[in-house]
């Protein structure tokens, strides 16, 4: 049976959330958002968040709304 393809997650409670991706490259499966990328003015909404790399170290920035496909990242640490 397939997973579901999208979850729902609370753009507040990302900071320090830990993610696993499913296809993991470069020997980095492992990451935690380091970062929320405040929009430009405070009437708009959070996109963007920064991810570390738990192997690497290597930083990453991304629509956090990429994270609730399941096809992609787990949350938490598999």
Known sequence: MSRAS????NPAK??????????????EKHFMVVKLLEPETPEARLEFVELEA???KRIMTINWREL???DLWLQGWQ
Do not use: G, H
Not at 6 to 9: D, G, L, S, V
Not at 14 to 27: E, H, R
């Open 6 to 9: 999208t979850r729902k997650i």
């Open 14 to 27: 990302l900071l320090l959330s830990k993610w696993t991706a499913v296809k993991p490259l470069n020997k």
């Open 54 to 56: 738990v192997y690497s």
């Open 68 to 70: 609730t496909n399941a």
